[in-house]
């Protein structure tokens, strides 16, 4: 009985570490430059605007209410809209 509760308390220990690990942004996510975040997350819905299509304060607020729809994290929401921004001329 007494082993039986210690596999337990392992098993629980083990699904509690992964649930932790798996609450961490992949590499693969963090490590995406702005261009390929806005193409990979932009393009499953629709084409593809140009980058000088709208303004600084245009794209800030598109990308608010696109980071929505996409399932964006504000980190990667902030490295589309940087990049969008750095194509305006100022």
Request: hydrophobic content about 40%.
């Amino acid at each position: 009985m007494k082993q039986r509760t210690i596999i337990q308390a392992l098993f629980f220990l083990l699904l509690l570490i992964s649930m932790i690990m798996s609450c961490k942004t992949p590499e693969s996510i963090t490590g995406k430059s702005g261009a390929v975040l806005w193409s990979e997350n932009c393009q499953r819905c629709h084409n593809l605007p140009a980058s000088t299509m709208y303004n600084d304060d245009q794209w800030a607020t598109i990308g608010q209410h696109m980071r929505l729809r996409a399932n964006l994290t504000n980190a990667e929401l902030d490295k589309v809209i940087t990049f969008l921004q750095s194509s305006n001329a100022d």
